[in-house]
T-cell receptor, first 114, second 114 residues
Framework: EAGVAQSPRYKIIEKRQSVAFWCNPI?????LYWYQQILGQGPKLLIQ????????DSQLPKDRFSAERLKGVDSTLKIQPAKLEDSAVYLC????????????FGQGTRLTVV | GDSVTQMEGPVTLSEEAFLTINCTYT??????LFWYVQYPGEGLQLLLK?????DKGSNKGFEATYRKETTSFHLEKGSVQVSDSAVYFC?????????????FGQGTTLQVKP
């Protein structure tokens, strides 16, 4: 079974630029998560989708971050404009049962904002 | 709200030593509990899980028991190897929010020396 795919693996941008990350979840997984992991901290949920509907986006900085999951499969997370404090690893994960028996994570995208 | 607290690291052990990483949680309802492991430069991998009180999760020599009376889910391994060096995260889902949101602790770094 293929795992969660993310791209790109690394991205370096200047502050105030925009960036987009892509995620392809495990086939058949209805729940998709985007997490932000700042160095030395645990992952923090940015947004959770169930199929193509948003379940939780309470910690998403909506003035600069946006995410969509068209057709309930792939998802894109965008930051516009980026700030220095957005430097982090962005992790995508998917689950077949709303996380009850766990979620499976991609390798993440390491974003550096300079 | 729900939360997870882990013992601070780094934890440094010699090969073949006994490992314990403490994890306690705060949640209403009946959450599922997880341990994830993150090797350098990689995403999170689900190590083990327990979905109800008194369940014991186990994998690759690691184990943890869901203790509702002490709200704990401590990770143990009888004999660690250098290859176990990684960051370990305790997490829960299905607590009071019941949306399937995964809530993580801050992570504990394990260093195993030959």
């Amino acid at each position: 079974e293929a795992g969660v795919a993310q791209s790109p693996r690394y991205k370096i941008i200047e502050k105030r630029q925009s960036v987009a990350f892509w995620c392809n979840p495990i086939s058949g997984h209805a729940t998709l998560y985007w997490y932000q992991q700042i160095l030395g901290q645990g992952p923090k949920l940015l947004i959770q989708f169930q199929n193509n509907g948003v379940v939780d986006d309470s910690q998403l900085p909506k003035d600069r971050f946006s995410a969509e999951r068209l057709k309930g499969v792939d998802s894109t997370l965008k930051i516009q404009p980026a700030k220095l404090e957005d430097s982090a690893v962005y992790l995508c994960a998917s689950s077949s049962d709303r996380g009850r028996v766990g979620a499976f994570f991609g390798q993440g995208t390491r974003l550096t904002v300079v | 709200g729900d939360s997870v607290t882990q013992m601070e690291g780094p934890v440094t052990l010699s090969e073949e030593a006994f490992l314990t990483i403490n994890c306690t949680y705060t949640a209403t309802g009946y959450p599922s509990l997880f341990w994830y492991v993150q090797y350098p430069g990689e995403g999170l991998q689900l190590l083990l899980k327990a979905t109800k009180a008194d369940d014991k999760g186990s994998n690759k020599g690691f184990e943890a028991t869901y203790r509702k009376e002490t709200t704990s889910f401590h990770l143990e391994k009888g004999s660690v190897q250098v290859s176990d060096s990684a960051v370990y995260f305790c997490a829960l889902s299905g607590g009071s929010s019941n949306t399937g949101k995964l809530i993580f602790g801050q992570g504990t770094t394990l260093q195993v020396k030959p």
